[in-house]
């Protein structure tokens, strides 16, 4: 694949120098029933789109999108290499304008993922940035925007390692804080309470609401005051898990009952549209 690979820090600066004047920041997460789509749009306009479903979710983003005028996606961030996440990427390359594309390195053997770099290789323009284990990067502008990335520790975490796998995304507007923790399960989460800075106002809760060993501590740790869960009727969020997270105060809301939630944050506070 022959195209510019340039570091997170240059292709992202220049997003983030722009983004957030006087406004609100805005995050739509759609319901693609058990499957990730995120968009951020800063108070600029600018777009970073997290994930993109299943390949069916892939389609109803674009048309939803080419409905709502979104002409073009500054950043596109794929946390790891599953059909739920990456499955519709490919038709967001193929039909709607990406600037750079943020992934993970790990080896994965799939059609989805093939289709997804058939794709990017096709768009020789699009700037690559793939982050490799251990890798992070945090960028911070003079205008209170801050966009922080983690990559796994670790080439291996057993049987069911891709989830582990995932990205974590911080994103950071005035004194309000998002964090999407990908599909996270225990080691994936237990390396990211090792980083710290979990807390969060708003959480993309992790692997589609499913308890694992390290989800009280961890949900306790990130404290949100906002979580939203991919889930389905087919595989519903855990309840022990939810409960935790209502006994913390936090408003749950999921893609299974409450379809697309539009959080908004204006720098000191976040609520839901």
């Known amino acids: 694949m022959k195209r510019r ?27 693609m029933g058990k499957a990730d789509a995120m968009l951020v749009t800063t108070p600029d306009g600018v777009r970073i789109l ?24 500054d950043t596109l961030i794929i946390t790891h290499y599953d059909k739920d996440h990456v499955g519709g990427a490919d038709k967001v390359l193929e039909e709607i304008p990406v600037r750079q594309v943020i992934m993970p390195v790990y080896d994965k053997e799939s059609k989805q993922h093939t289709q997804f770099m058939e794709a990017l290789d096709a768009l020789p323009d699009v700037t690559v940035y793939p982050m490799d284990i251990g890798a992070k990067q945090t960028m911070e502008s003079a205008d209170g925007v801050r966009l922080s990335l983690t990559a796994a520790h670790k080439r291996s975490y057993g049987a069911d390692e891709e989830n582990d796998f995932s990205l974590a995304v911080r994103l950071t507007y005035g004194q309000t804080k998002f964090l999407f923790a ?25 692997y589609h609401g499913r308890l694992v060993s390290a989800s009280e501590r961890f949900l306790t740790e990130a404290a949100p005051q906002i979580a939203y869960i991919t889930d389905s009727e ?8 939810i409960d935790i997270l209502h006994g913390l105060g936090t408003q749950v809301y999921a893609s299974r009952t409450d379809g697309d939630v539009t959080v908004l944050s204006d720098g000191q506070t976040v609520r839901v549209e």
């Open 5 to 31: 690979m340039l570091p997170l820090l240059v292709l992202l600066l220049a997003l983030l120098a722009a983004a957030a004047r006087a406004g609100e920041l805005r995050v739509d997460f759609y319901d």
């Open 182 to 206: 990908g599909d996270a399960e225990t080691p994936r989460q237990l390396e990211l309470l090792e980083e710290g800075d979990v807390a969060c106002d708003v959480l993309k809760v992790p």
């Open 234 to 241: 087919e595989e519903p969020a855990e309840q022990a898990l």
């Open 50 to 73: 997290i994930d993109c479903g299943t390949n069916k979710g892939g389609k109803a983003l674009v048309s939803r999108f080419k409905k709502e005028g979104v002409e073009q996606i």
